[in-house]
C-alpha cells in the first residue's frame, strides 16, 4: 500500500504529460514475504479476560482461569496463553515513562521499590506449563478509557499519566513488557487512534490529551491506513529486538479496519476481522463472515482473527449447545485463535466438553494452515472445506437460520471423486458414514455439523491451489482502491441501536484473491468455461506459493468473463525463486482460455504474475487461474 501511494504521489509531483497518475505493476520478489515472524505457526490457543471480566479483572480471576486450564486437561489440549485485557495499568510515571501496575487487583507485582512487576505473575503462569499475554494500545490511550468510564479500573492522574498506550514508548513498554516482566504475547489495540479526537466531548470531559484520528470508524476514506499500518510495523520490530528467541505472538486489534486485511499478514501474527463479539448469534455471523472469506490471507505465522469465543454467554451458554458447537467449529474450521474467556472456575461439563473437543483442535491446529474455504454460498446455509496437511478433508455444513434445512454434499464440494465411497466421520458425536457422489445432510436450526473426511481425490498427484490457501501468500492483490465488503452479515450494532442509520462495516476487503470463486464471488469462467477450482484475483497481482517438492505446476488463464473492464489485455506469467518460467502472450475479455505449465522442480517459491497496463481510474480486470494445481 505504502509503495503505491507513495508512486501516485511521485507521479503527480513530476508531473507527467497525462493528468492520470498510473499505478505500479507488480513484480516477483523471490522472497516469503507472509509474516513467520513469532511464535504463531499456528492459531494461538488459550484464556482472555475480556469477554469474562472486562476491566472488573484481578490476579484470583486470572489465577483461577490459569488453574482451571492445567486441572480440566485445556492447558494439555493446546490453551496456553493466559492473556490479561485492558484493566491491568495503573498510570505511566512521568519521571522516567515506566508503566505502573494497578497493585489492587494484582498485588503480587507490588516491588518495594515502587516500581511494581508482573514478573512474578508471568513466573508462575511458566511454572503452570502456560505462556502469559498482555494487552495494550497503538495510541495514547486505550479502549476502556473511553467506553468502560464507570469502570473502577482506569488509569489514574495527570493526562500525562493516563497516556497508557504505546505512542512515543514502543521500545520502552516492549522491553518492559517482555524482556523484564517475560510476557509472551501482545494485543495491541488502536482505539488511541480511532476516539480520541482533540475536540470530542470525550477528550474535554476527560481532560486527556486528543489525537487527531487516524482511523474514522465510520470512513475507510478518511482513514490512514498507511500510518496505521506504519504504526503497527514499528511495533512489530520492536517486539522482534526485545524477542531473540523468536517466542513471542503480535495480535493486532485495530477491528478489521485501515486496510488491514492488505497488510496485516506481512506484520503480525493475526489482525482482528470485525468489531468486537457479543455473545449474540447475529454478531456471531458478523464477525464469522468478516474471516470467511479471506483464506487466501491467512497461514502459518499469520492468521484472521475473528475475536475471542464467546461460549458460555448468551446465545451460546449451557443453554444453547448448539449455537456453542457452532461457533466453536466455525472458528476451528477458519484456522482462528481459540481464545476461551469465560470464568473457569466455575465451567459447567457441557462446556469444557465443546473447548475440548480434541479433534476439533486438531483441524484448528492442523500444521498446514489452510484456512477452510467456502465451497458452497448462501445466506441460509454454507459449505466449508478444510484441507489437512496430510490432504484429507473436513467439511462443516453450516446453517445459519433459525428453520431446519437440509444440505445436500457433493463430492464435487470436496474434490474427490464421485466414483468412489467417501467416509465420513461425525466430529461431534463421531458416528460413522458413508456415501457415493452425493448425500443430504439435515441441520437443526442453527447447527452445523462437521465431518472428518476419506475419499479417493480428484487430483491423484498434486493439489489444486485452492486447497492449500496457507500456502499462498496475497503479495499483491491489485486492489487499488481498497472497497467494503459487502457481504457480511450486518447485524444491529449493539453500540449505536438503531440510531445511526444502519449498520455500515468498515471492512476493505471486497476485490480480494479468492480460492475457487472470483473476487466478486462470482463462478470462475473464461470464455465460456467454467472452472470449479482456481484462484480468483485482479489484474496487477502478484499471487506467491509455497512449493512443498512438487515438479510442475499447470493452469487454465485468461481474464474472467465477469470481468469489470472488457478491454486490457492481461499476460499471465510464472516465476520459480524469481527466475521467469513461464509466460502467455497478452490474453483479453472473450479469448479462448489458455494452458500455462512450468517446470518447477527444486524450487521453494512459485510466483504467479498477472499485469496488464494500468491507468488511473480504471475498472477492475477480473482474472483466473482457472484449476490451478502443483503436480508431481
Ligand atoms: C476492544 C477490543 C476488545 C477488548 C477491549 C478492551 O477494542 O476489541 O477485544 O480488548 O477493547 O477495552
Not at 457433493?410 to 457422489?437: E, M, N, V
Request: charged share 20%.
Amino acid at each position: 500500500m505504502k509503495f503505491k501511494t507513495q508512486l501516485l504521489l511521485a507521479s503527480i509531483l513530476i508531473g507527467l504529460a497525462s493528468p492520470l497518475a498510473t499505478f505500479a505493476q507488480p513484480v516477483a520478489k523471490g522472497v516469503w514475504l507472509g509474516n513467520e515472524a513469532g511464535a504463531a505457526k499456528t492459531p494461538p490457543m488459550g484464556w482472555n479476560s475480556w469477554n469474562a471480566f472486562r476491566t472488573e479483572v484481578d490476579e484470583d480471576k486470572v489465577m483461577g482461569a490459569a488453574q482451571a486450564l492445567v486441572d480440566d486437561g485445556l492447558a494439555k489440549l493446546g490453551y496456553t496463553y493466559v492473556n490479561l485485557d485492558d484493566g491491568w495499568w495503573l498510570k505511566r510515571r512521568q519521571s522516567d515513562g515506566r508503566m505502573i501496575i494497578r497493585t489492587q487487583i494484582f498485588p503480587s507485582a507490588t516491588t518495594p521499590d515502587g516500581n511494581t512487576s508482573f514478573r512474578g505473575f508471568t513466573d508462575r503462569l511458566h511454572g503452570m506449563g502456560l505462556k502469559a499475554g498482555l494487552y495494550t494500545d497503538v495510541g495514547h490511550n486505550a479502549c476502556s478509557q473511553a467506553f468502560d468510564l464507570h469502570s473502577p479500573n482506569l488509569p489514574e492522574g495527570t493526562a500525562e499519566e493516563r497516556q497508557v498506550g504505546l505512542d512515543g514508548h514502543v521500545s520502552q513498554d516492549i522491553n518492559l513488557y517482555f524482556s523484564e516482566w517475560g510476557f509472551d504475547y501482545l494485543k495491541v489495540d488502536a482505539c488511541g487512534l480511532a476516539d480520541y479526537a482533540p475536540d470530542s466531548k470525550l477528550v474535554k470531559d476527560n481532560g486527556y490529551i486528543g489525537l487527531k484520528p487516524e482511523i474514522d470508524r465510520a470512513s475507510l476514506n478518511r482513514t490512514d491506513s498507511v500510518k496505521v499500518e506504519k504504526r503497527y510495523a514499528e511495533v512489530a520490530a520492536a517486539l522482534k529486538q526485545a524477542n531473540p528467541d523468536n517466542d513471542y505472538v503480535f495480535s493486532m486489534c485495530n477491528w478489521g479496519m485501515a486496510n488491514v486485511r492488505e497488510w496485516g499478514k506481512e506484520v503480525g501474527s493475526s489482525w482482528r476481522t470485525s468489531s468486537d463479539i457479543t455473545p449474540n448469534w447475529s454478531s456471531m455471523l458478523h464477525n464469522y463472515d468478516s474471516a470467511a472469506k479471506r483464506a487466501l490471507y491467512a497461514g502459518p505465522g499469520h492468521w484472521n482473527d475473528p475475536d475471542i469465543l464467546y461460549i458460555g454467554a448468551g446465545d451460546f451458554d449451557a443453554d444453547h449447545l448448539t449455537e456453542a458447537r457452532t461457533h466453536f467449529t466455525l472458528w476451528a474450521m477458519m484456522s482462528s485463535p481459540l481464545l476461551i474467556s469465560y470464568d473457569l472456575r466455575q465451567a459447567p461439563k457441557s462446556l469444557l466438553d465443546i473447548w475440548g473437543n480434541a479433534d476439533l483442535i486438531t483441524v484448528d491446529q492442523d500444521p498446514a494452515g489452510n484456512q477452510a474455504i467456502v465451497a458452497y454460498d448462501s445466506d441460509d446455509a454454507q459449505i466449508l472445506v478444510k484441507t489437512m496437511a496430510d490432504h484429507h478433508k473436513v467439511v462443516a455444513l453450516f446453517n445459519r437460520t433459525a428453520s431446519p434445512t437440509k444440505v445436500s454434499l457433493l463430492a464435487r464440494h470436496l474434490k474427490l471423486r464421485g466414483d468412489a465411497p467417501i467416509a465420513l466421520t461425525d466430529l461431534w458425536s463421531k458416528a460413522g458414514s458413508t456415501f457415493t457422489a452425493e448425500t443430504e445432510i439435515e441441520l437443526a436450526p442453527h447447527e452445523t455439523r462437521v465431518f472428518s473426511v476419506e475419499g479417493v481425490r480428484e487430483l491423484a498427484d498434486g493439489v489444486y491451489l485452492s486447497e492449500i490457501p496457507g500456502a499462498i501468500n496475497v503479495a499483491d492483490d491489485g486492489v487499488r482502491e481498497p472497497q467494503l465488503d459487502p457481504t457480511v452479515h450486518r447485524m444491529i450494532d449493539p453500540w449505536a441501536s438503531t440510531r445511526s442509520g444502519g449498520s455500515r462495516p468498515q471492512y476493505a476487503g471486497w476485490g480480494g484473491a479468492q480460492a475457487d470463486m472470483t473476487p466478486y464471488a462470482q463462478a470462475l469462467q473464461i470464455g465460456d468455461h467454467t472452472y470449479d477450482s482456481g484462484i480468483g484475483v485482479l489484474g496487477n497481482s502478484l499471487l506467491q506459493v509455497k512449493n512443498d517438492g512438487y515438479g510442475t505446476f499447470r493452469a487454465t488463464v485468461g481474464v474472467d468473463d465477469s470481468t469489470p473492464d472488457r478491454d486490457r489485455a492481461v499476460t499471465f506469467a510464472v516465476y520459480a525463486d524469481g527466475k521467469l518460467v513461464a509466460k502467455t502472450p497478452p490474453l483479453k475479455f472473450g479469448d479462448a482460455p489458455r494452458d500455462i505449465s512450468a517446470v518447477i522442480a527444486g524450487h521453494k517459491i512459485i510466483e504467479l504474475l498477472a499485469t496488464h497496463d494500468n491507468a488511473a481510474n480504471e475498472q477492475p480486470v477480473v482474472v483466473t487461474w482457472g484449476m490451478a494445481r502443483l503436480q508431481k
